[in-house]
């Protein structure tokens, strides 16, 4: 049977039909995180759809091609439309680190300084907007 996600209702990891999984190709972060998670909670996980562009993920979701796990900032705007729908993961936990990286010696450019700010910013936004669960 098809489970029906809710933005206030999570779901485990585990009850999930993995079987019909689009996601990332190894070696991608985000597919690193999620097979992470999957092996604390001791599934196996066999993609059935590898895909790296996240556009491509929300047509094969619109089309009903199965189901991916992805961060919901990057899915918002579609849950909110009524195109798709989502649920938070409630176990395991999926952490999602942004690391911001500098160079090691002297002092980074103005561009990489207003980039980082931009960054910052807009991470601490999406979290009090409860857009993107998580620490500022």
């Known amino acids: 049977p098809e489970m029906t996600l809710r933005t206030e209702r999570p779901c485990a990891l585990a009850d999930l039909d993995l079987t019909r999984l689009i996601t990332a190709s190894p070696g991608q972060r985000l597919r690193d995180v999620i097979e992470s998670a999957a092996s604390a909670a001791q599934i196996d996980l066999i993609p059935a759809i ?42 395991p936990e999926i952490v999602w680190q942004v690391t911001l990286a500098t160079p090691a010696f002297g002092r980074p450019s103005l561009a990489a300084r207003t980039l980082a700010d931009t960054i910052r910013q ?3 936004e999406r979290v009090a907007a409860g857009s993107w669960p998580g620490q500022a």
């Open 122 to 124: 807009s991470v601490s």
């Open 50 to 91: 590898e895909a790296n562009s996240l556009n491509v993920h929300k047509a094969l979701l619109r089309a009903g091609q199965g189901i991916s796990i992805l961060p919901y900032a990057a899915i918002r705007n579609e849950v909110d439309r009524g195109e798709l729908t989502a649920a938070p993961i409630s176990a």
